[in-house]
Structure formats: structure tokens, C-alpha cells
């Protein structure tokens, strides 16, 4: 019985891993010299972050038919790889949260979006939901919060408030990560591209 094992998910083409003979769905073993066995990928991560200029990884390379067994995705990587380590602070709160009545006579809440204190958008759940389900996509290797969960019934005020704040705390993860915050999605979702 072997503990799970990190590997190679992604290589930049002509970067000093492809130049050193890393291959997709390679198992790390090792990072300069500590075994990495059964620690998580933000762990194995770290160690490769703290190395400086000198990395030595050991590996066991696989075929690629023995990765795509593995489950691994071995599609090549995005054109430019975004650094997920690099953060920075919006001033984004949800203060707030109406109900409203659309055309056809069915009520749904809006919540109110603020940068700097000033009210910029209203977004319904849907919303969030969509715009959780583009970034998943577009940014595929980026593992993303949870959304609160769906409620197919009426929510109390009680429950209205939970997902509120819950819904600040999911987005104020996702724009605390530099590129998605940076990303047209999210600057259309937080109202931040919007004309004065």
C-alpha cells in the first residue's frame, strides 16, 4: 500500500524541467533530497518554491499511457502558466442583500457587490454559479473554493444572511489570487469594468 504521490501536471516548453527531462505524469519521490510521499500538492509546492536556484527532484517517469491510466491530464500546458502564489487585496464586501421580483412574478435575492464601501453591482446566486463555472474552465488547474450549496426551497433570512456572507468569503478568495482578480470575468462580475 503506497500513499498517493504528487506528479507532473504541467511543463514549460524549452523550461529548465522539460530541459532537465521531466515528462508529464512523472511521480515525485523527492525534493532535493526530502521525501515528498503523502504530503499534499501545496506542501510539495512549497519545497520546490523554497529551493532558489538549485532544484533536484527524483522521480519515477512513466509512459503515457501508464499517466493517462493514472488519470492524469495530459494536455500540454496554457501558453503562460499564471503564478497562483501571488496575492493581493480588493476591498470587496457583500454588505447587503435584497429581494426582488423579476417579470414573471418570481422573487429571487440579489446581493450587493461594494469595492471601497461603494455599491458597484447586484449578482444573484446563478451568477456566482456561472461565473465559478467559467473560471473553473478557463483556469482548469486552479483548485477553486466551494460555493455555498444550491437550495432548490425558499430560504429563510437566516439562511439568506449565511449564504451572503459565505458568498463574500468565496469571492473575496478568488479575487485575493492576483491573475483571477485580474481576469475579465471577475473584473465584469465585481463591476469593476463598469462605465461611470
Not at 433570512?157 to 473575496?172: A, C, F, G, T, Y
Request: net charge negative; aromatic share 8%.
Amino acid at each position: 500500500l503506497y500513499m498517493p504521490m504528487q506528479y507532473v501536471s504541467a511543463l514549460v516548453e524549452d523550461g529548465p524541467g522539460a530541459a532537465g527531462g521531466l515528462k508529464l505524469g512523472d511521480r515525485i519521490l523527492e525534493v532535493n533530497g526530502t521525501p515528498v510521499e503523502g504530503l499534499s500538492h501545496g506542501d510539495v509546492v512549497d519545497l520546490i518554491r523554497v529551493s532558489g536556484a538549485m532544484l533536484q527532484l527524483l522521480v519515477i517517469s512513466v509512459t503515457e499511457e501508464e499517466a493517462k491510466h493514472l488519470e492524469m491530464d495530459a494536455r500540454p500546458p496554457p501558453p503562460s502558466v499564471p503564478d497562483v502564489f501571488e496575492r493581493t487585496s480588493i476591498p470587496l464586501t457583500i454588505p447587503s442583500f435584497a429581494e426582488e421580483t423579476g417579470p414573471t412574478g418570481d422573487s429571487f435575492i440579489v446581493y450587493e457587490i461594494h469595492i471601497s464601501g461603494e455599491q458597484t453591482c447586484r449578482r444573484r446566486y446563478s451568477e456566482f454559479d456561472s461565473l465559478c463555472s467559467v473560471l473553473k474552465r478557463q483556469f482548469s488547474a486552479v483548485e477553486f473554493p466551494k460555493l455555498p450549496t444550491k437550495w432548490p426551497f425558499k430560504l429563510s433570512p437566516q439562511k439568506v444572511e449565511q449564504r451572503r456572507r459565505q458568498l463574500e468569503q468565496w469571492l473575496d478568495t478568488v479575487c485575493s489570487v492576483k491573475f483571477l482578480s485580474e481576469s475579465a470575468e471577475v473584473l465584469d462580475f465585481i463591476g469593476a469594468n463598469r462605465q461611470e
